[in-house]
Nanobody, 116 residues
Framework: QVQLVESGGGLVQPGGSLRLSCGVS????????MRWYRQAPGKERNLVAI????????TYDDSVKGRFIISRENSKKAVFLQMNDLKHEDTAMYFC?????????WGQGTQVTVSS
């Protein structure tokens, strides 16, 4: 089975930056569409960004457009989320998600806390 492990979360002040990483194993990474989701306490899990198998097409939720950048390095079997100008409302558990057709796999999540 495909396995995903996120890292890079932490505590950051408003306006700061973090770079999240997600390593993938158990499947050819080049065949996977990769996504980042986030879930704040008491709220539903929401899609943040998508990157296609080639890395040429990227999609972002309106709440992060212009601030977050999703990227992938197929040679490293990893996807990244560069988060800039972080805001209080970005506080959430961030999850990496891999998709092949209708099948999906999830990482354990990494906590991002934006606080002054």
């Amino acid at each position: 089975q495909v396995q995903l492990v996120e890292s890079g979360g932490g505590l950051v002040q408003p306006g700061g930056s973090l770079r999240l990483s997600c390593g993938v194993s158990g499947m050819d990474f080049r065949t996977l569409e990769m996504r980042w989701y986030r879930q704040a306490p008491g709220k539903e899990r929401n899609l943040v960004a998508i990157i296609d198998v080639t890395g040429r097409r990227k999609t972002y939720d309106d709440s992060v457009k212009g601030r977050f950048i999703i990227s992938r390095e197929n040679s490293k079997k990893a996807v990244f989320l560069q988060m800039n100008d972080l805001k209080h409302e970005d506080t959430a558990m961030y999850f990496c998600n891999a998709r092949l057709g209708q099948r999906a796999a999830w990482g354990q999540g990494t906590q991002v806390t934006v606080s002054s």
